[in-house]
């Protein structure tokens, strides 16, 4: 079993910046892919960046210029540096990691954004 847990989020306004956090725990396993998503109030949860196992990012449109990615493999580590944040932003972020070879996928508990004046 995997466990992660996100850290660094909170109330941030317009234009500003928050880095979100997510470790991994848990008994041996390889890495596929790990990164976030995010779960705007009333809609659905969908993709805001994620890394493969060879190191190639990937994020989703509104992310590309204002959010970086990135990872530490040896801690089992991933961090969202979050800039130039907009009201639309706002969500409940969630780390995703799915394991290698069996592609089963765990997810984070969830930690707010809220972007607003």
């Known amino acids: 079993q995997v466990q992660l847990v996100e850290s660094g989020g909170g109330l941030v306004q317009p234009g500003g910046s928050l880095r979100l956090s997510c470790a991994a725990s848990g008994d041996y396993f390889m890495i596929y892919s790990m990164g976030w998503w995010r779960q705007p109030p009333g809609k659905q949860r969908e993709l805001v960046a994620t890394v493969a196992g060879d190191g190639a990012a990937t994020y989703a449109g509104s992310a590309k210029d204002r959010f970086t990615i990135s990872t530490n493999n040896a801690k089992n580590t991933t961090i969202l540096q979050m800039n130039s944040l907009k009201p639309e932003d706002t969500a409940v972020y969630y780390c995703?990691?799915?394991?290698?070879?069996?592609?089963?996928?765990?997810w984070g508990q969830g930690t707010q954004v809220t972007v607003s004046s």
């Open positions: 995703r990691l799915v394991v290698a070879g069996t592609g089963i996928a765990y």
